[in-house]
T-cell receptor, first 112, second 110 residues
Framework: DAGVIQSPRHEVTEMGQEVTLRCKPISGHNSLFWYRQTMMRGLELLIYFNNNVPIDDSGMPEDRFSAKMPNASFSTLKIQPSEPRDSAVYFC??????????FGPGTRLTVT | GENVEQHPSTLSVQEGDSAVIKCTYSDSASNYFPWYKQELGKGPQLIIDIRSNVGEKKDQRIAVTLNKTAKHFSLHITETQPEDSAVYFCAASNDYKLSFGAGTTVTVRA
């Protein structure tokens, strides 16, 4: 298995632009997680999907952030409009039973 | 919510020596304790985990111990090698939500 796949690996954008991050979970996994990692706040859970349904989005920082999971093999995290404080590494993780989470390589987002 | 504290924040060991990282958690309902290794520019990699019904688990050079009464758990790496250099994170959970420690940067000196 190729593991969790994320794209792009790096994204540089200007403040105010829309950013879309993409994730393909491990085949057969039914849970998907979006995390954000910064030096100041460490790893933060943004949103959790189970069987394509958002279960917990309490970690989504603002209405500028939205996430979708249209099917079991694809999810997006969108930031619109982006701000410099959104600069971070965003990880997608997937799991079969919710406990053992496997992380993707991450997307490093820089908003200037 | 769950609060996980991790110590030390940095650890430097001589190649071949052992490394120990300790974590404490606050929520007695937590029953799952994974450890992740993160190398520079990569995502966290699950290296070992333990559930609350087990006191110790070992996988080759790494082992994890759990003391539920004291609410702490530890990662032990024996015979350290240069490729063990990375940031290690502990976490605790009683459902899907992992609460992570702040991380320990381990450097193995050749």
């Amino acid at each position: 298995d190729a593991g969790v796949i994320q794209s792009p690996r790096h994204e540089v954008t200007e403040m105010g632009q829309e950013v879309t991050l993409r994730c393909k979970p491990i085949s057969g996994h039914n849970s998907l997680f979006w995390y954000r990692q910064t030096m100041m706040r460490g790893l933060e859970l943004l949103i959790y999907f189970n069987n394509n349904v958002p279960i917990d989005d309490s970690g989504m920082p603002e209405d500028r952030f939205s996430a979708k999971m249209p099917n079991a093999s694809f999810s997006t995290l969108k930031i619109q409009p982006s701000e410099p404080r959104d600069s971070a590494v965003y990880f997608c993780a997937s799991s079969l039973i919710g406990y053992e989470q496997y992380f993707g390589p991450g997307t490093r987002l820089t908003v200037t | 919510g769950e609060n996980v504290e991790q110590h030390p924040s940095t650890l430097s060991v001589q190649e071949g020596d052992s490394a120990v990282i300790k974590c404490t958690y606050s929520d007695s309902a937590s029953n799952y304790f994974p450890w992740y290794k993160q190398e520079l520019g990569k995502g966290p990699q699950l290296i070992i985990d333990i559930r609350s019904n087990v006191g110790e688990k070992k996988d080759q050079r790494i082992a994890v111990t759990l003391n539920k009464t004291a609410k702490h758990f530890s990662l032990h790496i024996t015979e350290t090698q240069p490729e063990d250099s990375a940031v290690y994170f502990c976490a605790a959970s009683n459902d899907y939500k992992l609460s992570f420690g702040a991380g320990t940067t381990v450097t193995v000196r050749a």
